[in-house]
């Protein structure tokens, strides 16, 4: 977990998800990259201690994250 509070964290998934059935994935595949992106971008702001998304210094972790998150069914 990472203790941090930042800036414009809502707006990173406003694409990938709506946009998730035309690149050809499906809702648990564009959920799980959404997840593992966001954390990457985040974990680049708690890394730098700053308090705005790291999106340009996160970019490669954007297009590769490096650690994934699966979604799951839970009911």
Not at 4 to 17: N, P, Q, W, Y
Not at 27 to 33: D, P, V
Not at 58 to 71: G, I, L, N, T, Y
């Amino acid at each position: 977990m990472l203790a941090l509070e930042v800036k414009g964290a809502g707006g990173c998934d406003g694409s990938a998800i709506p946009g998730a059935p035309a690149a050809g994935s499906t809702l648990a595949g564009a959920l799980s990259t959404t997840a593992s992106t966001d954390y990457a971008v985040l974990e680049e702001a708690h890394r730098t201690g700053s308090r705005e998304m790291r999106l340009v210094s996160a970019q490669e972790s954007v297009v590769e994250p490096p650690r994934r998150f699966e979604a799951s069914q839970t009911r």
